[in-house]
């Protein structure tokens, strides 16, 4: 929704292996988030990108996650040595300014095998 | 640090039954606050929102009103109808370089 393309919507990958799921954002959307949903779970925040601040890793569940975002744009999260329990949806989302509300895509369902 | 607390669901209700699910917030300033949807299948969708207190946001039958004295934002329908089985979350956003933050959200089953 709300231009808010996320990529690939699905990925079956093999445990240990690392995966990459983008984002690619609209123009003029400062905020950037990710968080994910486990199945029939609530919602997970991970990470938070605001314009040019640093971001808040305080939701990566291990330093097998990270993230980057690139000229304020684009942002890929990495997922290193995949483990089952690393299968969810992820989900990007995108904010205008500081106190608003934020537009979610459809999701990237990740199953790891 | 801030968070949302919202009622554990399930909840079923028949058709034209009138729905609340309660919200309150935990934070400091003057967040805003918002209930999202999410249908079976579907993706999170904004359902309505209020940025100050005293405000009522509303949607498609929905109703909030930002309640500043009990730190809530209940959400509430007069007549639910099938469709809008789906679950609710509850979420607030502060001023600054801070997340969003979302409460676990409530599942609505509505019957027939």
């Known amino acids: 929704g709300a231009g808010v393309s996320q990529s690939p919507s699905n990925k079956v990958t093999e445990k240990g292996k690392d995966v990459e799921l983008r984002c690619d954002p609209i123009s003029g959307h400062t905020a950037l988030y990710w968080y994910r949903q486990s199945l029939g779970q609530g919602l997970e925040f991970l990470i938070y990108?605001?314009?040019?601040?640093?971001?808040?890793k305080s939701g990566l569940p291990s330093d097998r996650f990270s993230a980057e975002r690139t000229g304020g744009s684009v942002s890929t999260l990495t997922i290193q040595r995949t483990q089952q329990e690393d299968s969810a949806v992820y989900l990007c989302?995108?904010?205008?300014?500081?106190?608003?509300?934020?537009?979610f895509g459809q999701g990237t369902r990740l199953t790891v095998v | 640090g801030d968070s949302v607390t919202q009622m554990e669901g399930p909840v079923t209700l028949s058709e034209e039954a009138f729905l609340t699910i309660n919200c309150t917030y935990t934070?400091?300033?003057?967040?805003?606050l918002f209930w999202y949807v999410q249908y079976p299948g579907e993706g999170l969708q904004l359902l309505l929102k209020a940025t100050k207190a005293d405000d009522k946001g509303s949607n498609k039958g929905f109703e909030a009103t930002y309640r500043k004295e009990t730190t809530s934002f209940h959400l509430e329908k007069g007549s639910v109808q099938v469709s809008d089985s789906a679950v609710y979350f509850c979420?607030?956003?502060?001023?600054?370089?801070?997340?969003?933050?979302f409460g676990k959200g409530t599942r609505l089953s509505v019957i027939a």
């Open positions: 989302a995108l904010g205008r300014g500081t106190n608003t509300e934020a537009f």
């Open positions: 934070a400091t300033g003057y967040p805003s």
């Open positions: 979420a607030l956003k502060n001023s600054g370089n801070t997340p969003l933050v």
């Open positions: 990108f605001q314009g040019n601040s640093a971001p808040d």
